[in-house]
C-alpha cells in the first residue's frame, strides 16, 4: 500500500481545482472574483489554468498566509488530495 504524502513539494495539483473565497478570508482583492451572486472564487491563471495566487515555477502559494479557508482546510495526503494526485489528467503547464 501506497504511503500518503506527509508535504505539498513538488505537486499543487490541489491548485488545478476551483477555491471559494469566503467574506472572511483575508484574500487580496484582486485575486478573486465574483462569480454569481454571493459566490466568489479565487480568480484563474489563463495560461496554466491554475489557481491565480499559485507561482508556477516553485509550486508554491504566494498568498499562502492568507489563502482561502478552503484551502487552509485541505488536508494533505486527506482523500481530495489523493484524488487530485490519482488524477492523470491533471498538469500544471508553465
Not at 32 to 38: F, I, M, P, Q, S
Request: charged letters at 30%.
Amino acid at each position: 500500500m501506497k504511503k500518503s504524502p506527509k508535504n505539498c513539494d513538488n505537486c499543487a495539483r490541489c491548485c488545478t481545482w476551483e477555491a471559494e473565497v469566503y467574506s472572511e478570508d483575508n484574500v487580496p482583492e484582486d485575486m478573486n472574483e465574483l462569480v454569481v451572486e454571493n459566490l466568489w472564487m479565487m480568480k484563474r491563471n489563463p495560461k496554466s489554468n491554475t489557481c491565480i495566487a499559485l507561482d508556477i515555477n516553485t509550486l508554491r502559494c504566494t498568498i499562502y498566509h492568507r489563502r482561502p479557508t478552503q484551502c487552509k482546510e485541505f488536508e494533505v495526503g486527506g482523500k481530495f488530495c489523493l484524488d487530485a494526485r490519482r488524477c492523470s489528467s491533471v498538469k500544471i503547464l508553465s
